[in-house]
């Protein structure tokens, strides 16, 4: 078994840190080079309100913008991570 990567809480705080030029980005792109690329992640989201527990098994991710007003280089900004249906049948 592979070495296990540790958990990592994230709040996105603003979504303007995506895109700035910030401590709060600058601190995230040194944390994602010091842990290195993991083979999957699994995100628990509180974005969205359901009764009972969900897990998303898709092959593919499409990203939703649920966020409106901000600059254009933001809704540029894409990240749609291919799915591990057999990671998240075992969650």
Not at 6 to 21: E, K, Q, R, W, Y
Not at 23 to 44: M, N, Q, S, T
Not at 51 to 65: F, I, K, S
Request: proline share 7%.
């Amino acid at each position: 078994m592979a070495e296990r990567m540790p958990v990592v809480f994230a709040g996105h705080g603003s979504p303007l840190n995506a895109i700035g030029n910030n401590r709060a980005r600058a601190a995230w792109k040194a944390e994602g080079e010091r842990l290195g690329k993991p083979e999957v992640i699994v995100c628990v989201s509180a974005h969205w309100s359901t009764r009972g527990l969900y897990v998303r098994t898709a092959e593919n991710n499409t990203q939703v913008n649920d966020m409106y007003g901000f600059p254009k280089e933001l809704y540029d900004v894409h990240y749609e991570p291919a799915g591990a249906p057999a990671v998240a049948q075992r969650a």
